[in-house]
């Protein structure tokens, strides 16, 4: 059977001016790699028409197939012309659909079609004709509602992460932008009376007891990078893998590279901040960084270096590399490193000698290390949601080739009916320390509304749970820890009905296992 058998493409019209921004798709919204999708920058400058997507429907980026930009629609809306919107036929399921649109067979045949070199257009009747296994309903449904469980674990990890990542971000900028630090008696710095002065050097107030430092003080080390080779080699056998910056921001799967076996003085250490110094663009910085924690060792097999374009940088004391490297982030974020490049033969470069040169706080140890150990939590936990993503990602990949082709099938229940072990376990969340990290955050002097993001935020719940917490903080209630943990909950919970019937299974925010029936 072919998949205009089982599918059409949306032909149904509904105008730009009728839709709001978080519901327009386009290809720049959507996301490599199967990830989804984000909200657009904005909507089409004059009123136009635009396919009328609906929910259960599956777009795919029409432009350069090979970046397998693939959404399950959840919502209807609009989408751009060189976004194809595929609707299942009566009698088939939507899910299974999803299933064959983002399978890496299937982007390589829409390659194989694609016209144009630099921006390869599919070729929608060629896409059309894509060859796919004769199935029945009910299997078709089971192997669409695996396939489907496993992407929404997938895609919850990945903005549980985000989350992670805006709660330490925010967790800096209080402390050590807005100064509102835990005191002696763990509340707010400068919120609650904190003496600042006026520093010369940084022309800023500062809290009382601080003053300056050149960057330059804290670094223990700062080390080049080491491209390597190929393949392996006498005197050059040290496996590793290799950051570039093209992997500053994911830091998984990296290019296997063999360095000299001399110059294990290139491996990175945890801890460790790799800086990108070379590239860029002219809307761009240099500048970007990493920081590589315990995961990013254990996943890329133990041994790192950075390639030939960045540096790597140790501190003196490895506690001080969170403030460090978060300071770094926002520096960038804010375009301060532009500030810091110079261009040699067309290429910028990053001035690094000029940076570590720089005046800056010289924070106490002890704030230091007690930033250093709430971060160290955070990212204990990204790091564990990237393994299970990885895992989940390979379970996959392994799985859906002999689903289509027959070597393997799903009952009702998605027990797979071949020799290949899959833990259905892992479909579902896992998240039981969200008691720890409260503390570890101390929500309970953090007066600000805090940086989550879950699928109620359209309906208006999202808001009125994060004001909820905060007004209870603010009039210092002793159940706002109730209150956040429920709510944390709430946007790092999936539910996955699956092909489980009516039962919905998941894990409850104080570790319990619960099931009910719907």
Not at 144 to 160: A, E, H, L, T, Y
Request: hydrophobic residues 35%.
């Amino acid at each position: 059977m072919k998949l205009n058998d089982i599918a059409e493409f949306v032909t149904d019209k509904i105008s730009s001016s009728s839709i709001s921004l978080d519901r327009y798709v386009t290809t720049d919204s959507l996301l490599q790699n199967r990830r989804g999708r984000e909200t657009a920058q904005n909507l089409p400058p004059m009123p136009c028409a635009l396919t009328h997507y609906r929910q259960g429907d599956v777009l795919v980026a029409n432009i350069r197939p090979y970046l397998k930009k693939v959404w399950y629609a959840d919502s209807e809306g609009g989408c751009s012309s060189d976004v194809l919107a595929f609707r299942a036929k009566k009698g088939h399921c939507s899910s299974f659909l999803y299933t064959v649109l983002m399978q890496d067979a299937f982007c390589d045949y829409a390659m194989s079609g694609a016209k144009g070199s630099k921006m390869p257009r599919g070729d929608k009747d060629q896409i059309m004709r894509y060859e796919l296994p004769t199935l029945t309903p009910m299997e078709e449904e089971n192997i669409g509602n695996m396939m489907v469980g496993i992407m929404s674990k997938i895609n919850v990890n990945r903005q549980i992460n985000d989350n992670l990542e805006a709660i330490a971000k925010q967790l800096y900028d209080y402390w050590f932008v807005q100064f509102d630090f835990p005191n002696e008696e763990g509340k707010p710095y400068k919120s609650n009376g904190g003496v600042m002065v006026w520093n010369e050097d940084l022309h800023m107030s500062i809290p009382c007891t601080w003053n300056t430092c050149l960057l330059s003080d804290y670094i223990g080390s700062n080390n080049t990078g080491d491209w390597g080779f190929d393949e392996p080699a006498k005197k050059r056998s040290i496996k590793v893998g290799c950051i570039r910056g093209a992997d500053i921001v994911k830091l998984n799967d990296l290019p296997i590279r063999y360095i000299k076996d001399n110059n294990t003085s290139k491996l990175l250490s945890a801890w460790d901040i790799v800086i990108e110094v070379s590239g860029g663009s002219p809307t761009q910085a240099t500048g970007r960084s990493a920081f590589v924690t315990p995961g990013v060792l254990k996943r890329n097999g133990g041994n790192l270096t950075c390639s030939n374009f960045c540096h790597a940088f140790t501190m003196k004391d490895y506690k001080a590399s969170a403030y460090f490297y978060f300071m770094w982030r926002m520096f960038y974020d804010n375009n301060n490193m532009f500030n810091f490049e110079g261009k040699t033969s067309g290429i910028k470069n990053f001035m690094t000698d000029t940076f570590l040169a720089n005046k800056w706080l010289d924070v106490p140890t002890a704030l230091l290390d007690l930033f250093f150990e709430r971060v160290k939590v955070i990212y204990e936990q990204i790091d564990n949601n990237i393994e299970e993503i990885n895992a989940l990602t390979k379970q996959r990949d392994e799985l859906l080739p002999l689903l289509m082709n027959g070597q393997a099938t799903v009952n009702y229940h998605l027990s797979a009916s071949t020799s290949i072990s899959f833990d259905m376990s892992v479909l579902f969340l896992n998240f039981t320390n969200v008691n720890s990290l409260y503390e570890t955050i101390s929500l309970n002097y953090q007066y600000f509304t805090l940086p989550l993001h879950s699928k109620e935020n359209t309906h208006g719940n999202f808001q009125d749970d994060k004001r909820h917490i905060q007004q209870r903080q603010r009039q210092g209630d002793k159940h706002a820890r109730e209150c956040f943990l429920a709510f944390f909950y709430k946007c790092t919970t999936t539910v996955h009905q699956a092909a489980f019937g009516n039962a919905w299974c998941y894990r409850g925010y104080k570790g319990k296992n619960i099931s009910e029936s719907k």
